[in-house]
């Protein structure tokens, strides 16, 4: 079993930045990816940005050009680095883990909140 733990989140001012964590714990063994989706009030999830273990990235394309996933396989931890912070970019933003296909694991969720 995997468990996902996000931090980072908090309030900022458009036009700042923020990084979000998220550390792995349990089985992490291969793990394909993982990825980043945020949830705006009264909105369906969205897909922000995904890492394969490969080190493959994506991203939606609101947030290309602002938004770095990364990750750090010594600490188990994926990051999302937002630079760049808009308005619409509120909501919350959760982890997840994926093996072989099938989603194994999500996290709790961190809020970002961008003032304008």
């Known amino acids: 079993q995997v468990r996902l733990v996000e931090s980072g989140g908090g309030l900022v001012q458009a036009g700042g930045s923020l990084r979000l964590s998220c550390l792995s714990f349990?089985?992490?063994?291969?793990?394909?990816?993982m990825g980043w989706y945020r949830q705006a009030p009264e909105k369906q999830r969205e897909l922000v940005a995904t890492i394969t273990s490969g080190g493959s990235t994506n991203y939606v394309d609101s947030v290309k050009g602002r938004f770095t996933i990364s990750r750090d396989n010594a600490k188990n931890t994926v990051y999302l680095q937002m630079n760049s912070l808009k308005p619409e970019d509120t909501a919350v933003y959760s982890c997840n883990a994926v093996r072989q296909g099938v989603v194994i694991s999500w996290g709790q969720g961190t809020q970002v909140t961008v003032s304008s």
């Open positions: 349990g089985n992490i063994f291969s793990i394909s990816s």
